[in-house]
């Protein structure tokens, strides 16, 4: 696994959570980052993304919700998700889209229940 996701949790609706992933030089570097995620049953989506240059996207359903960043200087890039809702449960895949191919890393589970 070359990229190491890490801050899935069980969190209350309305609560927060932050996800980071620190991925090694060689890949990071020029890669669009993202997350997606995957909950039981369906189809991994994709949540958020950020280019090399800071350009971000999201999925409609966490617009407003879910803030992704970049660190370059520690190679990481985080996911912000505040407002959480129990249809946010799954599990989050950290991924790199890079010159040397795509990379996922080994997922963080999410659970937003009361």
């Known amino acids: 696994v070359q990229l190491q996701a890490s801050g899935g949790g069980l969190v209350q609706p309305g609560g927060s959570l932050r996800l980071s992933c620190a991925a090694p030089?060689?890949?990071?570097?020029?890669?669009?980052m993202g997350w997606y995620r995957q909950a039981p049953g369906k189809q991994r989506e994709l949540v958020a993304s950020?280019?090399?240059?800071?350009?971000?996207n999201y999925a409609n359903s966490v617009k407003g919700r879910f803030t992704i960043s970049r660190d370059n200087a520690k190679n990481t890039v985080s996911l912000q998700m505040d407002s959480l809702k129990p249809e946010d449960t799954a599990v989050y895949y950290c991924?790199?889209?890079?010159?040397?191919?795509?990379?996922w890393g080994q997922g963080t589970l999410v659970t937003v229940s009361s």
């Open positions: 991924s790199a889209n890079a010159a040397r191919g795509y990379f």
């Open positions: 030089g060689r890949i990071y570097s020029g890669a669009t």
């Open positions: 950020i280019s090399s240059g800071g350009y971000t």
